[in-house]
């Protein structure tokens, strides 16, 4: 027979904590938002019903029938679920969200929690995998408690039925018990923060699942037709969240952060040619070296990119080295950056890249010419009309300088156009492209119209010229200290080819039409910038605390223990530095680390300190000689006085007798008497002398002293309760019914 089988089956209600614990791995699932708001409805509403009739559930509540059909039920709907195209994760998850409220339903007697708590285990398990809110970790929290009382409570019943003793658990269910559990799920929470940050990182999930679509795959795909990065910029959400570690940032109106580039464009769509891309060799978590080294326009930015579907890389100006956890990089024919595997995942990595822009006086002794190598991919035009290229001339006349012409095109662009990101419908009967309707009309539409036609005017007059998405602008966030930037700022703007200069960015759009407005930082708009930046705080301190976060926090640490072991001041001086540079709140988190265990240890040491000076102490010279005699088989029973303690010893070892009398007489005078214990020397020499004892004395054996103790039930007399008991620990009272 199993443990299982042999346990007594619990018809009683559960504690309120199983609520507690099954609300708490829902709310997991729940703010991943993966589950269907119909899901979740039926989830509440198994919760509320269950709890309501805990104490007088209704029959059907106990009927098989009804509860396998409603396991029916839940397995239907989640192959329906799975048929729709979601992917296992989210299928397995309306499984779990629905089982439990079946589960909480179910009223018959039940001989184990387990299924119960496995249910909301595998709920919690699934939600690690499918976010990455800050609100993990409280839900997590409070469903360890609640998982922990949960099990006690249900062990102490069954364990209550078996003994014949139902009404026991109530005198068992105590407030220490509750300090316990709670002391004891801190412990587990405060062990599992310690193994976080000292195992490996690992850079691949067990159970992989996707955050959604991310951004709309036509703004930041390899090929862009016009209108399409309007309706992006029509969502407020959060896309990246830019910090500048090293260098001067640029403000709103000059802060770009370059996506893709494209050259191939038909009048309609844009497009990469070739749409091959090759590997960038290397590590992205050591580094990758992607260019020559930045100049005076050195910039190293941290950024937290969002999903994005084509898995684009976005940096300032040209980057020159990345790193970050971000697997297998990818550059296409333009120099753009992707890593399509960590398409749908939220991202970290470090960028350092030049993002200098040369001055007018500066390119006005330069060529726009191709770069080397490259076919005239740049300086191909879509079928427009003459008179685009006669727009074009008209434009630059008068200018003496490629570097002019271009900014010619540039200033016309920004001063005739009108910024709307719902440009006119074009007429079905006007054959001809946007682009040719945009210039020749009334100038109206988003940033790729002006980019666009930016480019169609340069190339007509030679100039090899390409449009590049990403985003520009933003607010920052003084908070966090970092640059947001959302899907309203997906922009799009040029890049021209000088000789000398490289790749040269232009942007014709209106720049105080296309900015966001910078409200007032009232209150309310402070909770947003808080919550983004505890959600920063929480991705890249916890859910992207990768190995080289370990390395760093470790090197640290190492270097400025050693540059403060001297403790001079230059020491102390340069360890400070060194800690400052780790962040503080990076510091502050280690300095908690560590002081956490000894807070910990130095509180339970007071406790039991305290709790031995409630109990009086025994003297040492007493302690040592009760274990001393616990050596030979003799231990003083809970319910033995000091003085039938010797006598028992007299009898037995009379040899010790008189040490162990003097012993026991000083202890008596010192706790009952309050007269202060002799010198130690005397001590030590009543000790030696009860040692000598037991060495030389003969064990006399009790004849009113048993092999076999009494059972449990029956009140022992004093002093009878030897240490080598074979059948104590198995000693169990008589059967009784579990009825009774």
């Known amino acids: 027979m199993s443990r299982l089988e042999f346990r007594a089956a619990v018809d009683a209600p559960r504690p309120p904590a199983a609520w507690v614990m099954v609300a708490m791995g829902g709310a997991t699932l729940w703010i991943t938002g993966q589950l269907e708001p119909w899901a979740i409805a039926v989830q509440w509403l198994a919760i509320a019903v269950s709890f309501w009739l805990r104490a007088h559930p209704h029959p059907w509540q106990r009927s098989p029938v009804a509860l396998n059909l409603g396991m029916l039920g839940v397995s239907g709907t989640t192959i329906a679920v799975a048929l729709r195209g979601e992917p296992s994760t989210i299928a397995l998850a309306h499984f779990a969200a629905l089982t439990q409220g079946l589960q909480l339903l179910d009223a018959r007697p039940r001989r184990s929690e387990f299924l119960l708590v496995a249910l909301a285990l595998f709920q919690v398990i699934l939600a690690a995998n499918l976010t990455d809110s800050v609100f993990f970790f409280p839900l997590l929290a409070a469903f360890v408690v609640s998982t922990t009382w949960t099990l006690m409570v249900h062990t102490l019943r069954t364990e209550a039925l078996e003994a014949g003793m139902p009404r026991a658990i109530a005198t068992a269910i105590t407030p220490g018990l509750l300090r316990a559990t709670l002391l004891a799920s801190g412990a587990s929470l405060l062990l599992a923060l310690v193994l976080f940050l000292v195992l490996p990182r690992m850079q691949t999930s067990v159970v992989r699942g996707g955050f959604g679509p991310g951004l709309a795959s036509a703004g930041f795909s390899e090929r862009v037709e016009l209108g399409e990065l309007g309706e992006i910029r029509a969502d407020p959400s959060v896309v990246l969240r830019v910090q500048t570690l090293e260098g001067d940032a640029p403000k709103a109106e000059a802060a770009y952060w370059r996506g893709l580039a494209f050259d191939a464009f038909d009048g309609r769509r844009w497009s990469v040619t070739p749409p091959s891309r090759r590997l960038v060799h290397g590590s992205a978590e050591v580094g990758l070296s992607l260019g020559p080294p930045a100049g005076p326009g050195r910039l190293v930015q941290r950024v937290v990119r969002e999903p994005v579907a084509s898995g684009v890389l976005f940096a300032a100006g040209s980057p020159e080295t990345l790193h970050g956890g971000l697997g297998r990089v990818w550059r296409d024919a333009n120099g753009s950056l992707s890593a399509p595997r960590e398409a749908e995942e939220r991202v970290r990595y470090t960028v350092t890249s030049e993002d200098r822009q040369p001055g007018d006086a500066e390119l006005r002794a330069d060529a726009a010419r191709l770069p080397p190598r490259d076919a005239p991919r740049h300086l191909r035009l879509p079928a427009v009309g003459a008179e685009i290229a006669a727009l074009a001339r008209r434009v630059t006349e008068g200018a003496a300088s490629d570097a002019e012409r271009a900014r010619a095109i540039e200033s016309w662009l920004r001063r005739t156009g009108r910024y709307d990101d719902h440009p006119p419908e074009l007429d079905p009967a006007d054959r001809r492209s946007p682009i040719e309707v945009f210039l020749l009309g009334e100038v109206t539409g988003h940033c790729e119209y002006f980019a666009s036609a930016m480019v169609v005017l340069t190339r007509s007059l030679g100039l090899p010229a390409r449009l590049v998405n990403g985003f520009a602008g933003g607010s920052e966030n003084a908070i966090g200290g970092f640059v947001e930037l959302t899907n309203s700022d997906a922009h799009a703007w040029v890049e021209i080819h000088f000789e000398k200069a490289g790749w040269v960015r232009y942007d014709p759009t209106p720049p105080d039409l296309r900015l966001r407005a910078v409200a007032a ?191 449990f039930l029956y009140p022992p007399r004093p002093c009878r309760t030897p240490r080598s008991s074979p059948s104590s620990a198995t000693a169990r009272p008589p059967r009784t019914s579990r009825r009774s």
């Open 521 to 711: 930082g009232s209150l309310l708009d402070r909770v947003p910038e808080f919550a983004s930046a505890v959600e920063l705080w929480w991705f890249e301190r916890v859910v992207d605390f990768d190995r080289s976060d370990q390395f760093g926090a470790l090197k640290s640490s190492w270097l400025a223990w050693r540059e403060a072991r001297g403790w001079s001041a230059a020491g102390r001086e340069r360890a400070r530095e060194r800690l400052v540079d780790w962040r503080f709140d990076r510091e502050l988190a280690r300095r908690a680390l560590l002081a956490a265990p000894l807070a910990g240890v130095a509180l339970l040491l007071a406790r039991r300190i305290l709790r031995r000076r409630r109990r009086g102490a025994l003297p040492e010279a007493y302690g040592r000689a009760l274990r001393l005699l616990a050596r030979r088989g003799l231990e003083r029973g809970p319910a033995c006085t000091a003085r039938d303690f010797v006598r028992e010893v007299r009898g037995k070892l009379p040899a010790a007798a008189p040490a162990f009398d003097a012993i026991t007489e000083s202890y008596l005078r010192e706790r009952f008497g309050g007269i202060r214990r002799g010198p130690e020397s005397a001590a030590r020499e009543e000790i030696r002398k009860l040692r000598a004892a037991l060495r030389a004395g003969t064990f006399h054996r009790d004849p009113n002293f048993g092999d076999t103790p009494p059972s």
